[in-house]
């Protein structure tokens, strides 16, 4: 069946560091790929999105390509700011499906 | 535009009770999917509706039960709590359905379950 797969957290890093939050997926088809972020006490959000292989999806400093060949929609920024503490969940959807599937969701911290 | 609002925000309930969460989706919106988020289970889908219709549902009990109105707000309802379905219950909103795949998050219903 469907699923996403992302690397397990905590993160912790320091400002200005690199990040990458590593996701993979199990799909047939084609789905639409995605990265949430909850910020606490919060519901999720869209970070970005990419809805066909080789697209690159970006946001806020944040970016993930659709790598169909390896099947992975990794995230990665080139500087952390505190600010981005939070916890960041891949997500993939595949139309008819009615439903998108979650990773179990990476938490960063960002130490300044 | 107003986001996706949830009541209420938050809950206590003892075991054997049963509570209705609701959800109003953002304006023009037509699909609801409600997720269970649980600190060891992740975000765990429960059910999708389109225009009334549930169109998908997760491997969950039947005391998990949902609805969605003409106007396209929705609910969901848990009977006979369990322990276990102590969690945060997110709603979430989309424009064209099956489509786009984006969703937009309420900010979620905190269930205790004493």
């Known amino acids: 069946g469907n699923s996403v797969t992302q690397m397990e957290g905590p993160v912790t890093l320091s400002e200005e560091a690199f990040l990458t939050i590593n996701c993979t997926y199990t799909?047939?088809?084609?789905?639409?790929l995605f990265w949430y972020v909850q910020y606490p006490g919060e519901g999720l959000q869209l970070l970005l999105k990419?809805?066909?292989?080789?697209d690159k999806g970006s946001n806020k400093g944040f970016e993930a390509t659709y790598r169909k060949e390896t099947t992975s929609f990794h995230l990665e920024k080139g500087s952390v700011q505190v600010s981005d503490s939070a916890v960041y969940f891949c997500?993939?959807?595949?139309?008819?499906?009615?439903?998108?599937?979650f990773g179990a969701g990476t938490r960063l911290f960002v130490k300044a | 535009k107003a986001g996706v609002t949830q009541t209420p925000r938050y809950l206590i309930k003892t075991r054997g009770q049963q509570v209705t969460l609701s959800c109003s989706p953002i304006?023009?919106?037509?699909?609801v999917s409600w997720y269970q988020q649980t600190p060891g289970q992740g975000l765990q889908f429960l059910f999708e509706?389109?225009?009334?219709?549930?169109?998908n549902k997760g491997n969950f009990p039947g005391r998990f039960s949902g609805r969605q109105f003409s106007n396209s707000r929705s609910e969901m309802n848990v009977s006979t709590l369990e322990l276990g379905d102590s969690a945060l219950y997110l709603c979430?909103?989309?424009?064209?359905?099956?489509?786009?795949?984006?969703?937009?998050f309420g900010e979620g219903s905190r269930l205790t379950v004493l």
């Open positions: 997500a993939l959807f595949y139309t008819g499906g009615f439903k998108t599937i």
């Open positions: 799909a047939t088809g084609y789905p639409s």
């Open positions: 990419a809805t066909k292989a080789d």
């Open positions: 304006s023009g919106h037509r699909s």
């Open positions: 509706y389109f225009s009334e219709t549930q169109r």
């Open positions: 979430a909103s989309n424009l064209e359905g099956s489509l786009t795949g984006e969703l937009f």
